[in-house]
C-alpha cells in the first residue's frame, strides 16, 4: 500500500477520532444530560457547547472533505501520476487536517480557515496530476 493510500485512511479516521475526543471528555460531565448518550446521539449534538461544538463541526468539515481527497488520489494513481508526489500532497493534506483540527477546537477561525485553503490545495493539486 503506497503512502497516499494510508493517508486515505487516516483521512476517513480523522474524524472519528475528532467526534471521539467530544464524546470522551463528555464523560466528566456533571449533568447526565449532558453526556454522550448512544441511544440519542443526535440530541446530544444538539446540547453541545464550546470545544466540543466545534469538535462536532470539525468532524462534520472532514466528512465533508473526503470526497474531493480519495477522488483526487485514486484518480491520481489511475493515471500512472509521480507516486512520490502523490504521497507527499496526500500527506500534507493530512497534516493540514490535522493543524485544522487543533485550530478549529482553539477556535483559532482565521487560521483554520488558512489550513482548510492549504488542505483543499492538496487535494486540487494531486488531482492536477492525473
Known amino acids: 500500500m503506497t503512502l497516499a493510500n494510508w493517508c ?24 447526565r444530560e449532558l453526556r454522550y448518550n448512544n441511544r440519542h446521539p443526535r440530541a446530544w449534538t444538539e446540547r453541545l457547547q464550546g470545544w466540543q461544538h466545534r469538535a462536532n463541526a470539525a468532524q462534520q468539515n472532514g466528512w465533508e472533505a ?10 491520481a494513481q489511475q493515471a500512472h ?36 485553503f492549504a488542505a483543499s490545495a492538496c487535494s486540487v493539486a494531486i488531482l492536477l496530476l492525473s
Open 8 to 31: 486515505v485512511l487516516a483521512a476517513c479516521l480523522l474524524p472519528i477520532a475528532t467526534i471521539g475526543i467530544a464524546k470522551a471528555a463528555s464523560a466528566r460531565a456533571d449533568q
Open 66 to 75: 473526503l470526497p474531493l481527497f480519495i477522488a483526487a488520489v485514486v484518480l
Open 81 to 116: 501520476a509521480d507516486q512520490a508526489q502523490i504521497d507527499m500532497l496526500a500527506g500534507g493534506f493530512i497534516l493540514c487536517r490535522i493543524l485544522y483540527i487543533a485550530a478549529y477546537l482553539a477556535n483559532q477561525a482565521t487560521l483554520r480557515s488558512l489550513i482548510w
